[in-house]
C-alpha cells in the first residue's frame, strides 16, 4: 500500500514538537514511577510526549491504527494497514537521569514493514529522517553505515558484560575479541549511530519491542545496513506479539561477521 502524501511531513513537524516539550522536562524533578506490568521506568515527560504525538498523528489520520509504549494497546491495530508505531521517549532512564542518550522514535508501518521513520534526539539536535526508498539522513545529510569488515576493533553499541558472559564458551563460542564498546541506554539511538557510522554495530540477546525497533530498522536499511534477530530472522510489525527476542545490526560485511559468530546461538525461551 502507498503511503498517502503529506504523511511524512506531518510526521517531521510532529516529532520536532514532541522533541521541544520533552525538552522542557529535560534536566528537571520530573514526577517518575514504575510500571505495574514490568517495573520498567516511566515520567511524566513520556507522557506527555506521548499525548502529544497521539493527538497530532492520529487527530490528521484517525483511519491508521496506533501502538505506542505509553498507551493501552488497542487490538484494533491488527486491522490497519497503515499503524503508527511510537516511542515516545525511547532511553527513559537516561533521560529522567539528566543523560542526553536519548531518543523520540516514531515509524509509520505499512503490512508489517516501516514506510516512514523518524528518529530525534533533541538533547543532542540529531534529527534522523528515512522513507522506504529514499535512504537515510542526519539533520537533512545523506548517511551510510560504515565499511567496517571485522569484529576486532570494531565500535560496538551494547551492553559491555554480555560479552564476558560464560554462556558464550558453554556454547562453544570464541572469546570476544577487544572492541571499543559503547553502552546507550537507547536502543533505537543505538542503532541510528550504526546507520550515520558513528558506530560500526549493535548487538542485543534480550527482548525488545516494535517501538523500539520499528522507526531505527528503516533509519538503518536505507543506510545500507542490515538488521536482524541474531539469528537472522527479519523484524515484522503491528503483530499481535510485538516482541522481538533479539537483535544484530551492523554494515554488510561486518554483519555477516557477526552473524557468523552469533548465529547459531540458542536463547532461552
Not at 105 to 126: I, Q
Request: proline share 6%; glycine share 8%; charged share 25%.
Amino acid at each position: 500500500m502507498p503511503v498517502p502524501d503529506g504523511d511524512f511531513a506531518l510526521l517531521k513537524e510532529a516529532v520536532r514538537d514532541a522533541g521541544a516539550l520533552a525538552m522542557r522536562y529535560f534536566g528537571t524533578d520530573l514526577r517518575k514511577w514504575s510500571k505495574d506490568a514490568d517495573d520498567t521506568p516511566v515520567t511524566e515527560a513520556d507522557i506527555a510526549v506521548n499525548d502529544l504525538l497521539r493527538a497530532r498523528l492520529m487527530g490528521a489520520r484517525p483511519g491508521y491504527g496506533w501502538l505506542s509504549e505509553e498507551t493501552e494497546d488497542d487490538p484494533a491495530r491488527l486491522a490497519r494497514s497503515l499503524t503508527w508505531v511510537v516511542d515516545p521517549i525511547d532511553g527513559t532512564r537516561a533521560f529522567a537521569r539528566g543523560k542526553t542518550d536519548f531518543a523520540i522514535s516514531v515509524a509509520l508501518v505499512v503490512d508489517g514493514r516501516p514506510a516512514l521513520a523518524v528518529l530525534f534526539n533533541p538533547a543532542t539536535g540529531e534529527f534522523f529522517e528515512a522513507a522506504v526508498g529514499g535512504g537515510a539522513y542526519l539533520n537533512g545529510a545523506p548517511i551510510c553505515v560504515s565499511g567496517c569488515a571485522t569484529i576486532e576493533g570494531c565500535r560496538m553499541a551494547a551492553f559491555a558484560p554480555m560479552f564476558k558472559n560464560p554462556g558464550w564458551a558453554r556454547a562453544g563460542i570464541e572469546p570476544w575479541p577487544e572492541m571499543e564498546i559503547l553502552e546507550r541506554n537507547s536502543v533505537a539511538y543505538r542503532i541510528a549511530l550504526v546507520a550515520c557510522g558513528a558506530v560500526d554495530a549493535a548487538l542485543a540477546l534480550n527482548g525488545k519491542s516494535d517501538w523500539d525497533l520499528a522507526a531505527a530498522d528503516l533509519i538503518v536499511h536505507e543506510a545500507q545496513g542490515r538488521m536482524t534477530t541474531h539469528d537472522g530472522k527479519p523484524f515484522i510489525y503491528n503483530r499481535e506479539n510485538t516482541r522481538h527476542r533479539s537483535l544484530l545490526v551492523a554494515g554488510p560485511a561486518l554483519y555477516d561477521a557477526l552473524f557468523a559468530k552469533v548465529g547459531a546461538v540458542r536463547l532461552p525461551d
